[in-house]
């Protein structure tokens, strides 16, 4: 799994809404042909933006892109690219002043409008930026983008009849605007119509890689309709997915984040095509990623994750000697050096380094379970069923942990606890679910009880026909046939 460190935000995001004056000029600016004839007194001044914690190139790319601008006060063009890179590093308020003044130098150029209602919506100023994308969409009609950020902010002021509309509207056109769908489908949960919801959202998961998101939304529509379990599993594929963003279809924002020189994009990049099995790109596109920013953490653990599945353990410790020397406190680095450890073989080496990681990240339940894995290889069973344990207290809806622990409990005779822990786990019913029901069998053998063995069995026989695992249908049929006979009636 490759993961990115959450940060905190540059954006200078604001609450509150603003006036009807704000609103009213921003209307105008779409309508008016005030570019001509400008002087710099008519334009609000560019605020300074302080670039000292940015990477060298990102410093130098945003002073060429201010000179530019500040060479050519009055050129709408060098305005509104200064606002395109201040807004690819989240700097908003600099970009909202920058594609104002693009916008009062050429109110007709609707990349201008929509970018000035993006920057605007960032700041949490919602009235000026509806404004904005209803001015952008009088021009561009078919811009799916802008209707989709209106429809977020209908959405967030209240206005969810309007805001469905539009998202229908959307989709109607352009089927396959898959963040439109999501916000639909989460449109449609908080409405009171989780069925609905599902099959909107059912639709963006299965897009390849799947999107954390639709997962969590799925997870809320199955709330609603009180099936647990699959809000369990959905939550859980949530977790699995949490590092996959949706891939959003919307041209005019591609051209910001194209300029992007921090490590970022290509980060992402990569974990894309991990996701979809494309391992030796991953690498060669991390290693550009650290090409841009040689001191970031998070591409050096990706990057012993993906080589530990390589089985190229040179290169996973060479990336790890790296990671440390910048950061010998990053827990996610740790834990990928345990998991490079472990497929290697040294044990040893990789319960040290999971220990670490699991100091630096106590509540993490994926640490506590690579932990119990090591200790079942190193066949200390005791611990690693308390370390199973621990991981589900963690994460207590998370399936695969509990069938984990479950079987632990089973080798370890505790046939009762293992009977509860793995009847949670059946639904909802995947291949494995024949394994677990036939533990829970076997369990209630070894406890004296063949009728309740029995119908464990027969249940995990008919799951095993339902969803083709021979395997399992082979070794149920054997077990039925060797249980001892129900009594018949009057015996």
């Known amino acids: 799994m490759i993961r990115r460190r959450r940060q905190g935000s540059a954006s200078g995001r604001q609450d ?31 605020p300074t933006v302080a670039t000292q914690g940015f990477l060298g190139a990102v410093r130098a790319q945003l002073a060429d892109v201010r000179r530019a601008a500040d060479a050519e006060p009055l050129d709408a063009d060098a305005n509104g690219s200064l606002g395109m890179h201040y807004l690819a590093y989240h700097l908003n308020e600099a970009a909202e002043v920058a594609f104002h003044r693009a916008r009062l130098l050429d109110p007709d150029r609707h990349e201008w409008i929509y970018y000035h209602a993006v920057t605007l919506a960032e700041l949490g100023r919602h009235d000026e930026a509806e404004a904005g994308f209803v001015a952008v969409l009088d021009s561009e009609p078919d811009l799916a983008g802008a209707r989709t950020r209106l429809a977020a902010i209908l959405a967030q002021t209240g206005r969810s009849d309007r805001a469905r509309g539009l998202l229908e509207a959307v989709l109607a056109d352009q089927p396959d605007q898959h963040d439109a769908r999501l916000a639909l489908g989460r449109l449609l949960v908080r409405a009171g119509e989780p069925q609905s919801a599902v099959a909107h959202l059912e639709r963006v998961a299965a897009q390849v890689p799947p999107p954390g998101a639709a997962y969590f939304a799925l997870a809320s529509a199955y709330r609603r309709l009180g099936d647990r379990a699959a809000m369990a599993e959905n939550l859980r594929l949530s977790e699995v997915h949490r590092a996959t963003t949706l891939v959003v279809d919307d041209p005019l924002m591609r051209r910001v984040q194209r300029l992007d020189r921090t490590e970022a994009p290509l980060f992402r990049q990569a974990q894309r095509e991990y996701a979809l099995g ?24 990706a990057l012993v994750w993906i080589e530990a599945d390589l089985g190229r353990f040179d290169r ?20 990928a050096v345990g998991r490079a450890r472990m497929r290697e073989g040294r044990f040893n080496d990789a319960a040290e380094a999971t220990r670490r990681a699991m100091a630096l990240d106590p509540h993490r339940s994926d640490i506590q379970t690579q932990l119990a894995d090591i200790l079942v290889r190193e066949g200390r069973n005791g611990e690693a069923t308390a370390m199973y344990a621990s991981a589900l207290e963690v994460d207590p809806k998370n399936r695969a942990i509990a069938r984990v622990y479950g079987e632990r409990l089973a080798a370890a005779d505790r046939w009762d606890e293992a009977i509860a822990i793995l009847e ?15 533990i829970i069998g076997e369990a209630h053998e070894a406890l004296g009880d063949p009728m309740a063995a029995r119908a464990a069995y027969e249940a995990a026989r008919a799951s095993a026909q339902r969803t083709g695992n021979r395997r399992e249908i082979t070794v149920l049929d054997y077990k039925l046939r060797h249980l001892p006979e129900p009594p018949t009636e009057g015996s």
């Open 424 to 438: 949670g786990t059946l639904e909802p019913e995947d291949e494995a679910s024949a394994r677990y029901g036939r």
């Open 316 to 335: 996973a410790d060479a990336h790890a000697r790296g990671g440390l020397a910048v950061d010998p406190n990053f827990a996610q680095l740790h834990y």
């Open 16 to 46: 509150g809404r603003t006036g009807s004056a704000a609103v009213l000029l921003v209307a105008a600016l779409a309508t008016a042909g005030c570019g001509p004839g400008l002087t710099e007194a008519d334009l609000p001044p560019v």
């Open 278 to 301: 494309r391992a030796e790109q991953a690498v060669t596109t991390l290693e550009q990623a650290l090409q841009r920013n040689p001191s970031s953490i998070e591409v050096y653990a």
